[in-house]
């Protein structure tokens, strides 16, 4: 992750492009001034359809999430907290994406603090369990069915995609300016994920099968913490879902805000 997103972040600083069209032409040799036209509207289109997608994807699953939380926090209705997110990410496109695009990395910061906490109490209350699971690889066999094995598509499909990350951060680069600021900056991304991702899965590990529900760590945090973990965790993942939304969606009208 660390990689493509150094490799991308160094890509973008050496042909200036500042979205994911000029990106994928640049990645694809097709900004040159004698570019075949058709060659050009193919990788245009492939992209356009291709980011678009992925942003419907990714905005479908954080209003899924947001609706979640909200009916787990205050039994508010799916279908009544979708809207209400649809609404939300609809205004925050409109009036206060650039705040929150430049509020992501305090957001991001503060979800693995808040994480690192909850880790700290899972530690206390089940380490024993968490140590014995961490690498037992065939002891959970049964609790879904399925086989190490069968989550590899999942894994390739996930490399692919942090493979293409190139064409979001393509939006938010102008600060980099030096190749060791795209390194950097690159490294400091895939620690980050890499953060949240492995906390994420000590966090549930000690708990499983009974996390498997929509919000496992919200669930955690209500049924064996503090009241005031539940608040930090929630009022946390409720800020970073928020600005999830409005970004993916600057980066598609970044891409159309020139044509």
């Known amino acids: 992750m660390a990689f493509f997103c150094a490799v991308s972040l160094n890509f973008i600083r050496a042909y200036k492009v500042d979205n994911y069209n000029s990106y994928y032409l640049a990645l694809w040799g097709a900004d040159k001034p004698g570019t075949n036209p058709v060659v050009k509207v193919i990788v245009s289109i492939f992209f356009d ?5 992925m ?12 609706a979640n939380l909200m009916e787990s926090l205050f039994n508010i209705p799916i ?11 609809t205004l925050l496109s409109m009036y206060g994406a650039a705040f929150l695009r430049k509020f ?3 957001m ?3 979800l693995i603090a808040a994480l690192a906490a909850i880790l700290i109490f899972v530690i206390t209350m089940r380490g024993d369990v968490l140590a014995q699971r961490m690498f037992d690889f065939e002891g959970g066999m ?3 069915g399925k086989t190490l094995a069968s989550h590899f598509g999942m894994l390739v499909s996930y490399c692919f995609t942090t493979a293409s990350w190139g064409g979001s951060l393509s939006n938010y680069a102008e600060n980099i300016h030096t190749k060791k600021d795209a390194i950097g900056s ?6 980050m994920v890499a953060s949240l991702f492995f906390v994420t899965s000590l966090i549930v590990l000690p708990f499983l099968p009974d996390a498997f529900v929509a919000t496992p760590i919200l669930s955690i945090c209500k049924e064996y913490m503090p009241g005031v973990m539940t608040a930090i965790y929630w009022l946390v993942v409720m800020l970073s879902v928020i600005s999830t939304g409005p ?12 044509v």
């Open 49 to 53: 359809v291709y980011t678009t997608l």
């Open 55 to 66: 942003g419907v994807v990714t905005v479908a699953a954080t209003i899924a999430l947001f």
């Open 79 to 89: 279908g009544v907290g979708s809207i209400i997110a649809v609404v939300m990410f």
């Open 104 to 106: 992501n990395t305090v």
């Open 108 to 110: 991001t910061i503060s």
């Open 142 to 144: 049964n609790w879904s």
């Open 186 to 191: 690159g490294i400091l991304i895939g620690v």
């Open 247 to 258: 970004t993916f969606i600057f980066n598609t009208s970044n891409r159309f805000v020139k």
